[in-house]
């Protein structure tokens, strides 16, 4: 199970901010037409940028910790994964200290 | 400069420029995002620990690319830029298209 272990901290992620949305208010999962295209409009230029970083060689992925699946151009199915979930927690974050903030959720 | 390094600096002066000139968001300014902003790279520290600390890392890094500065769990300091741009860069995207919305008459 080690090559899971780099998607199973994506999961993590994504189970542990859950409650920001469900329990704190925060409403990104509830605004997913909005959410793809934010997502979408970070995650194309970090990719491109991970792109050339894996090509020039400034980072290398664990074969013990991946699972060796690679979407394309050398990049890692957990990568693709990370340019998702991290805006998400990001998005829930914010949503959420607005809530608690009173500033209501955008 | 290394090149991760540089790569680093690049894409948070794009972010900052997003937000303060392109979007017109102005995250920057507002105590709310930055408080945001540090619960972020709070977790951070222990999530991308995880994932570069030295012992068993997932992603290693080429030493020659990077500044070799590496703090709490051997994460490289420029992770913490790149994370700056990509939390920066994606909030700001999101409230523009919330503004957007908003002008068109749909849910704030």
């Not at chain 1, 509830?30 to 991970?50: E, Q």
């Not at chain 1, 979930?85 to 209501?104: D, K, S």
């Not at chain 2, 995880?50 to 890094?61: A, E, F, G, H, R």
């Amino acid at each position: 199970m080690d090559r899971f272990q780099y998607l199973a901290v994506m999961a993590a992620c994504v189970a542990i901010t859950l409650p920001l949305e469900f329990v704190l208010g925060a409403r990104v999962w509830r605004r997913p037409g909005r959410l793809v295209r934010s997502i979408a409009a970070v995650a194309i230029p970090f990719l491109v940028w991970d792109v050339i970083a894996i090509a020039r060689g400034h980072w290398t992925f664990s074969e013990r910790y991946t699972t060796g699946w690679i979407v394309a151009a050398g990049v890692p199915v957990e990568e693709v994964t990370f340019f998702a979930v991290i805006p998400v927690c990001a998005l829930l974050t914010l949503g959420a200290v607005r809530r608690m903030r009173g500033e209501g959720s955008r | 400069m290394p090149e991760y390094t540089l790569a680093t600096l690049g894409a948070m002066l794009v972010a900052v420029v997003v937000d303060l000139r392109v979007l017109r968001t102005r995250l920057l300014t507002q105590r709310t995002f930055l408080l945001s902003l540090g619960i972020m790279f709070f977790f951070q520290i222990f999530v991308d620990g995880w994932l570069t600390k030295l012992s068993s890392p997932i992603v290693i890094y080429a030493a020659e690319h990077a500044s070799g500065i590496r703090v709490f769990f051997d994460s490289p300091i420029e992770d913490f830029g790149f994370g700056f741009a990509l939390i920066l860069g994606v909030c700001s995207v999101w409230d523009a298209l919330a503004a957007r919305d908003a002008r068109r008459g749909g849910r704030p």
